[in-house]
């Protein structure tokens, strides 16, 4: 459990570069379709969607791990009273958790309507209000290393 622990921190941290990726793949998919008709098979926001989608599928589950083993999540779960006070356990137990399943929601409500819109350009407009709203919450939520208390490093060695 001592090296299991590094490991997911880790590659919760990693897979954040791929969230990234992805949504950024698929707003700018969006913009770039929404003057264009056709079926919504044909919508280029299909596969960014499906990179989005698995990789924020991907950090909830490393996440909620994170909430049942991390050494931080153990010490707030054990005096919450306590814990809300201190910045960082209320900012990853409670904000960052909480924000992010937001977004996943939200993300999840985009790709299923995408994939029922009429055409493409529906597809595209759809994708591009919830996909960049998800987006949003994800970059608010996420601990970057300019962040004082709850600072985290760009990218975490293992
Ligand atoms: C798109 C979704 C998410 C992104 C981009 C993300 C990103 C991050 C990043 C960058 C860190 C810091 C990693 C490090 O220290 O190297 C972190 C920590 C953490 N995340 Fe997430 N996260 C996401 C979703 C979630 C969810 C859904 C949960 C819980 C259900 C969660 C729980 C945690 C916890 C508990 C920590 C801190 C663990 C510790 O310090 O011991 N995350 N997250």
């Not at 904000?95 to 929601?105: F, K, N």
């Not at 407009?125 to 987006?135: A, C, Q, V």
């Amino acid at each position: 459990m001592a090296a299991f622990y590094p490991f997911l921190l880790f590659l919760h941290g990693l897979t954040r570069w791929l969230v990234l990726a992805g949504g950024l793949w698929l707003v700018v998919a969006a913009v770039s379709a929404l003057g264009r008709s056709g079926p919504v098979g044909e919508s280029p926001t299909r596969m960014p969607w499906r990179l989005y989608m698995g990789s924020i599928h991907l950090q909830l589950l490393l996440g909620i791990i994170l909430l049942l083993i991390s050494p931080l999540a153990l010490a707030t779960w054990s005096d919450m009273g306590t814990a809300m006070k201190v910045r960082p356990m209320r900012f990853f137990t409670v904000e960052h958790s909480t924000m992010m399943i937001v977004a996943l929601v939200v993300a999840q409500m985009g790709a299923v309507r995408a994939r029922r819109a009429v055409d493409a350009r529906g597809a595209a407009r759809t994708s591009l209000i919830y996909g960049g709203l998800s987006l949003l919450i994800i970059l608010a939520a996420i601990p970057w290393p300019f962040m004082g208390e709850i600072a985290r490093p760009w990218l975490r060695s293992w």
